[in-house]
């Protein structure tokens, strides 16, 4: 089984900056792609970023040239750093995670969720 545990959310002011991070544990053996959505309320849940394996990164055109998707491998680690936000940016943010367990089972799993709110 494959836990997520997602931190970082909270309340900040436009133009502020707040770096979201990831941290998978359980029987891995491997993560393979990672990603970042994002549901507001109300809307459906949308993908905002995302890495492979080996490092090749996709963005949402609202989040290009302001998030920033990063990963950390031997700590099952993924991070979403996120500059100059905009009230627009207010939603649940949740990561999403694929690999294989330690008997080379594939897995999915979703994090939680974590709330950021962007507001003056």
């Known amino acids: 089984q494959v836990q997520l545990v997602e931190s970082g959310g909270g309340l900040v002011q436009p133009g502020g900056t707040l770096t979201l991070s990831c941290a998978a544990s359980?029987?891995?053996?491997?993560?393979?792609?990672v990603a970042w959505y994002r549901q507001a309320l109300g809307k459906q849940r949308d993908l905002i970023a995302a890495?492979?394996?080996?490092?090749?990164?996709t963005y949402a055109d609202s989040a290009k040239g302001r998030f920033t998707i990063s990963r950390d491998n031997a700590k099952n680690t993924v991070w979403l750093q996120m500059n100059s936000l905009k009230p627009e940016d207010t939603a649940v943010y949740y990561c999403y995670v694929t690999g294989r367990t330690v008997g080379m089972h594939p897995f999915a799993s979703w994090g939680p969720g974590t709330q950021v709110t962007v507001s003056s």
């Open positions: 890495i492979t394996s080996g490092g090749d990164t």
């Open positions: 359980g029987s891995i053996s491997s993560i393979n792609f």
